[in-house]
């Protein structure tokens, strides 16, 4: 059982992405490992981002300060999995990329994670305040 519990408002996600579990994915107990499940979260946080018109420059990047990440039920080579990505808590800096996981073939809920990022200037080697043109895209989301 997981130590932790992620819930996350149904009305918050608002993109999603299917991802296949390659044989390269696989753990020695025969399941998604913790580091590919880390991989794909990863690639859907990309495409959310990128779909969305959010391009990383010199000046300004997106940076994850933590993850946390439940998992509920194993996945296997070949498994689809869809990433249902979306965005909660802004605060002055960044707030919570949030992801649910299912297997969409039996409807079987995966993994939840929630990774906080902020902005980060590399010139200037600092966190940076959170652009207006990405908040704009998100107008929904709460500010903590």
Do not use: W
Request: with cysteine.
């Amino acid at each position: 059982m997981a130590r932790i519990s992620l819930q996350f408002p149904d009305d918050q996600f608002c993109y999603s992405t299917d991802l296949t579990v390659r044989i390269t994915d696989i753990n020695g107990a025969n399941h998604l490992g913790n580091d590919s499940m880390i991989s794909m979260i990863s690639e859907a946080r990309a495409r959310f981002l990128f779909d969305f018109g959010v391009e990383e420059t010199t000046d300004d990047q997106i940076i994850v300060t933590d993850l946390a990440t439940t998992y509920l039920a194993e996945a296997y080579t070949r498994d689809e999995l869809r990433f249902e990505v979306g965005v909660m808590d802004f605060n002055k800096y960044g707030g919570d990329i949030i992801f649910r996981v299912t297997r969409p073939a039996d409807a079987t809920l995966i993994a939840m994670a929630k990774s906080g990022f902020v902005f980060f200037d590399y010139r200037a080697k600092k966190v940076v305040a959170m652009p207006e043109f990405f908040a704009s895209k998100f107008p929904r989301v709460n500010r903590l």
